[in-house]
């Protein structure tokens, strides 16, 4: 986050255009970094020094640190301790940009330093910024009394960083009362506790859009109700997360079905951390309250007509799928007929799925376990007194360990776990089935 931020900074002082940013950024993660640009920027060689190595590496069929060592520059010790640094952001950053311009060393430190002093940090935060470690790095840009908002922020980051993009920074968190939005998804989880997690976007800048087509792995191209069932199950995925570390606290929670808004305002009080996605602007809106309001007039999202549904041809299972996620049925669909499984019928709730079942009476079932109207634990209860001999799945988010063990006692034959594993699905099934 580090070369996001200070080469953000880079483009205001006119040092880089943006077309040489996105290009540092591209490049930064394959770039190796050279021995001698880390010892220049830890101050134990000089450039001078660097180059005479470097030009005795013409002659010598030999690595730099070996001749720096002949040459009683540097002893093994530092050399090791340089070959630890290659990995880092921050150095790989330095080089391109070095090689990129005119710059030099003494200007770099004055820019750092002068960056330094505009973002707000002490000279060991701005160590800590250089590390690019995100479970530091937090705790300096998220100030909070309440519980669970730095660990939210924490697992929302994380998730950026594992299903959308490496390509982004945040921006130091604040409270607010009030925001108004063009885009918005969010899941409560309630219990012991009263949490909210949304993700929203005040203009339309993209980034909403960005993380439905990241996480979904489907190219969209305006947001509608798929690209708001994705971000949806982006934030489930990481209130699962949360409700599992509560969980193991001792703390009741559970979670309810998320929702998602357009053009409208959450109102309570919330924290806003934002985020620049790849220079697109994303808030990230955490509540640790029950006065938090994320809306009046929730979308209707992932309806589904069974009738519609056509049974998919082929010799195998007969399958029906109960998710109010249209984006995890299809998902769950392509696999499952990938494997020459053939899906029946599918639903978007509890309700829907008990009616679905009676009427197709498929060889096995999967039931999510949050779903509107009627959850999966209440709808498998109904499917096992009409059919004792129901095989069920039960798809879970983490955190959803209780319901889990409930819906297993009571006749469930396995479970599958969000986001989707294609080899745990299929070999479950096939468990299930034989």
Excluded: W
Aim: hydrophobic letters at 40%.
């Amino acid at each position: 986050m580090f070369c996001q931020l200070f080469g953000n900074y880079l483009q205001e002082q006119e040092v880089i255009n943006e077309f040489d940013y996105r290009q540092l950024i591209q490049e930064q993660m394959s770039v190796r970094v050279k021995l001698g640009t880390i010892a220049v920027m830890d101050g134990i060689l000089t450039e001078e020094q660097v180059e005479k190595i470097n030009q005795l590496q013409k002659t010598q069929d030999r690595r730099f640190g070996d001749i720096a060592v002949d040459e009683g520059l540097l002893t093994d010790e530092q050399v090791g301790a340089l070959l630890k640094k290659q990995g880092n952001a921050y150095m790989q950053f330095v080089q391109l940009l070095m090689d990129m311009t005119d710059i030099t060393k003494e200007k770099l430190e004055e820019y750092l330093e002068d960056f330094r002093k505009k973002i707000g940090f002490t000279p060991d935060e701005m160590e800590i910024l250089k590390k690019d470690d995100l479970d530091e790095l937090l705790p300096m840009f998220v100030y909070s009394s309440k519980p669970y908002v730095l660990d939210i922020a924490g697992l929302l980051t994380r998730n950026i960083t594992r299903f959308v993009s490496r390509d982004f920074y945040i921006e130091k968190a604040r409270k607010a009362t009030e925001l108004s939005y063009t885009h918005l998804a969010c899941q409560e989880l309630a219990g012991d506790h009263s949490v909210f997690i949304a993700v929203a976007e005040k203009e339309e800048q993209g980034a909403f859009l960005q993380v439905a087509s990241a996480f979904s792995k489907q190219e969209m191209d305006e947001v509608y109700d798929d690209a708001y069932d994705s971000v949806c199950e982006f934030i489930n995925v990481t209130s699962g997360l949360l409700a599992t570390a509560l969980s193991g606290k001792s703390v009741d929670i559970d979670m309810k079905p998320p929702l998602a808004f357009a053009e409208q305002a959450a109102k309570g009080d919330f924290y806003i951390l934002p985020v620049i996605l790849e220079g697109r602007r994303l808030e990230l809106l955490i509540a640790v309250n029950s006065s938090f309001v994320p809306g009046t007039d929730a979308l209707t999202l992932g309806a589904v007509a069974e009738q519609e549904a056509n049974e998919s041809e082929g010799d195998g299972a007969r399958v029906l799928i109960v998710d109010d996620s249209k984006m995890s049925r299809q998902m769950l669909r392509n696999i499952l007929e990938k494997d020459g499984y053939r899906v029946v019928m599918e639903a978007s709730n509890g309700l829907e799925g008990l009616q679905a079942y009676m009427k197709c009476k498929p060889d096995l079932v999967t039931l999510d376990i949050t779903m509107p109207e009627m959850d999966g634990l209440e709808a498998l209860e109904k499917i096992l007194s009409y059919d004792a001999k129901a095989n069920a799945i039960m798809i879970t988010a983490a955190g959803q360990q209780d319901k889990l063990m409930r819906a297993l006692r009571a006749g469930a034959k396995y479970f599958i776990s969000k986001p989707f594993n294609e080899e745990e699905i299929l070999a479950n099934i096939r468990k299930v089935l034989a």
